[in-house]
């Protein structure tokens, strides 16, 4: 069985700068495990200058900032194994994997962080019924249509906004030719508007529509029309569109860890941690995992102090 001194889970932006505390630290022997067939994770959709600045000194776009990373972890003999799925971690730090070219393998290691970010969830938040459409996606899978995959979700699309990465979605689209019939939130604009959503719609004309909320959507197979109630005044609205954006809850994703029985904070659904330590001893985490809820809403997340957490546990 391989030996680790620590195994990492995630390489999103939290795992892969928590490689390079550790390493920075004097640990040498570092593994990193990633699911997807590239390291980065959600940050690769977001092409804005947004990320980076600890590092580089200077905002740059989010495949810019993975770049310089992934460049960091090659000089430094870290290793990372894509397209590879965790099946299972014990409490002994036992991890087991799966991909296609080396089948099942266990690997240990003296510590483990566990960054595996969020995933966007349907929660409830979203009242109408939005299986029987086409052309009805989540802020995150616009995101990765426009940016990665280079195509439009629709040509007049409505958006259900709640934080800054709805309004940049909107502003790619606009960019992109496209049109926005709507930018629909529940509570005042003031009440949402810090700074940040202010620099994104900046000279763009996008409509918002204030204290409100979608209660019909009407199509034959793709959705056509959004019927908008006012919360405050009850009346009702109608706006023609091709496509719905809506923004989903953001869940922290900890399914292959539920048998180790880590302790979940109530207020976020991630793990509950104290200085990146979780509730068992060795185990630590960092990024979306422990933000959940809040993460959105958070200007940068890393994980370097995590693994110097790490790296002066396995040290002692």
Known sequence: MPKYDLIIIGAGIAGMTAAMGAAQEGIEKILIIERESRAGGIINQFIHNGFGEKFLGQLVTGPEYIDFIEKKLDQL????VLNTSVLEIS?????TYVNGETGVTEASADAVILAMGAKETYSGNVIIPVNGLTGIFTIGEAHRMVNLEGYLPGKRTVIIAKDKWAFLVARRLLIEGGKIEGVI??????????????DIIDGFDIPIIENSRIVQIEGETRIEKAKIENINTKIISERECDSLLLSVGFVPDISVI??????????????????YKTS????????NIIYGEKS??????????????AAKYLRK
Request: glycine share 10%.
């Open 280 to 287: 068992m001893e060795g185990f630590f985490a960092c990024g």
């Open 258 to 275: 539920k048998n180790l029985k880590l302790n979940i904070n109530a207020e976020t659904s991630g793990l509950e941690v104290v200085e």
């Open 296 to 309: 959105p809403h958070l200007r940068e997340v890393n994980g370097i102090e995590c693994g110097i957490k």
């Open 91 to 95: 409490k002994e730090k036992i991890v």
């Open 185 to 198: 939130i529940e509570k005042n604009f003031s009440e949402i508007a810090d700074e940040q959503i202010q």
């Open 77 to 80: 003999g870290i290793e990372i």
